[in-house]
């Protein structure tokens, strides 16, 4: 089934500790972005990439960077994490030369920060 | 970047249709409005997106007044499986960073 895959699905770490988050499209998207939901809120855009070998800064950037080295993949990396970054993480795509399709969503990793 | 604003809650009954409507004063002209479906623990998921008049599709009809100001996302003969955060989203359709709200939550009743 065409979509996102986000790995890993949730994660408990420790609190200074280096992490990547994966994703991964089968669609050929062009776009891909990385939001934040935390409790009761709606989406916040952390990072996103226009086409392959480009990204910019959402809305929360800070203490998280991305890169892009091919279409299919968007990882996102918590340099240092802290306990303000416990959050549930979506990785999204979307084909952004068509209207009329949105964004196609992954599963999302809850991770916690300690 | 238009702003939105949708009632924080709903509810309703099985059988029933819905309507959420969504207040987007500031629309720019090449802007879209879409509105997305959330289940907990999984991700959003598009509905239907429109930019005058009625859109619909096989689950929703979005209705949009001349003036855009507003949109109605109609859900027609609701189940107890629709109950879900709805979000409304206004910016251009190639632009990366729209802005989510709260959303509406809608919870159906039997």
């Known amino acids: 089934i065409a979509g996102i895959t986000q790995a890993p699905t949730s994660q408990i770490l420790a609190a200074g500790r280096r992490m990547t988050l994966r994703c991964t499209q089968d669609?050929?998207?062009?776009?891909m972005y990385w939001y934040r939901q935390d409790l009761g809120l709606g989406l916040r855009l952390i990072h996103y990439?226009?086409?392959?070998?480009?990204?910019g800064k959402g809305e929360v950037p800070d203490g998280y960077s991305v890169s892009r080295a091919n279409t299919d993949d968007f990882p996102l990396t918590l340099a240092s994490a802290v306990p303000s970054q416990t959050s549930v993480y979506f990785c999204a795509s979307s084909d952004s030369n068509t209207a009329g399709n949105g964004y196609t969503f992954g599963s999302g990793t809850r991770l916690t920060v300690v | 970047l238009a702003k939105t604003t949708q009632p924080i809650s709903m509810d309703s009954y099985e059988g029933q249709e819905v309507n959420i409507t969504c207040s987007h004063n500031n629309i720019a002209t090449n802007d879209y409005i879409t509105w997305y479906q959330q289940f907990p623990s999984q991700g959003p998921r598009f509905i239907i997106q429109?930019?005058?008049?009625?859109v619909t599709n096989e689950v929703a009809s979005l209705f949009i007044p001349a003036d855009r100001k507003s949109s109605t996302l109609s859900l027609p003969r609701v189940s107890l499986s629709d109950t879900a955060v709805y979000y409304c989203?206004?910016?251009?359709?190639?632009?990366?960073?729209?802005?989510w709200g709260a959303g509406t939550k809608l919870i159906i009743k039997p």
């Open positions: 990439s226009n086409t392959a070998g480009t990204t």
């Open positions: 669609m050929r998207h062009n776009a």
């Open positions: 429109g930019y005058k008049t009625k």
């Open positions: 989203l206004v910016g251009d359709w190639s632009n990366y960073q729209l802005i």
